[in-house]
């Protein structure tokens, strides 16, 4: 299984860019960082039409993560990071694919250290 991530960084502003790549290099799986869009303006369609199934936790405007499967339907496991149910930032989202388990995180930056960014990282 190859697997790839790729940080696109507004998938509705990269998504020609995005349906070239999974052309050419055609990954079974792939996990996606920082969508930038909502639930519902996640092209679907259009992954889809490339032959992918997919799953994602949007935000607007910010993170977002993505799991999308070549000729297979990722089931999703889980969508948040355990141990804090308060957190609604979307930057992690999980599925079985074909049996494995594959995690996609979108980790913040952290910086400046110290501060409240680099201590939301480390929890």
């Given at each position: 299984?190859?697997?790839a991530s790729f940080n696109i960084n507004g998938i509705n502003g990269r998504l020609a860019n995005l349906l070239e790549w999974l052309s050419e290099t055609t990954p079974d799986v792939v996990c996606l960082q920082?969508?930038?869009?909502?639930?519902?303006?996640?092209?679907?369609?259009?992954i889809r039409d490339a032959g992918y199934d997919a799953i994602w936790q949007g935000q607007k405007s910010w993170n977002g993560v993505?799991?999308?499967?070549?000729?297979?339907?990722?089931?999703?496991?889980r969508r948040a990071l355990p141990g804090d149910p308060e957190d609604r930032?979307?930057?992690y989202i999980e599925a079985a694919v074909n049996g494995v388990i594959i995690g996609?995180?979108?980790?913040?930056?952290?910086?400046?250290a110290p501060g409240p960014k680099f201590d939301y990282k480390l929890r």
């Open positions: 299984m190859r697997i920082e969508l930038k869009a909502t639930q519902e303006t996640f092209p679907e369609e259009a993505a799991i999308l499967a070549r000729s297979a339907e990722p089931v999703e496991t930032q979307s930057r996609c995180l979108y980790l913040p930056n952290g910086n400046p």
